[in-house]
């Protein structure tokens, strides 16, 4: 798949964070972002694909996996 949850909000935030959190679904998105961290981005579908990863990278220099 190519859509990841969030990416459009994330990116807006990369002139204060270089960095962005992945997390298991968009439920997960929503929670985290409500708790105040916005730079949050999930995939849509199973798994993460080698063209959401490279997707990702275009935009962020470091990421974390958290599932």
């Known amino acids: 798949g190519n859509i990841i949850f969030n990416l ?13 959190l992945i997390v298991e679904g968009y439920i997960d998105v929503v929670s985290v972002y409500a708790s105040g961290i916005k730079n949050v981005i999930s995939n849509s579908g199973i798994a993460l694909t080698e063209r959401q990863i490279s997707l990702i990278w275009k935009f962020f220099l470091l990421f974390y996996l958290i599932l």
């Open 8 to 20: 459009d909000k994330a990116k807006e935030l990369r002139s204060k964070s270089e960095d962005v």
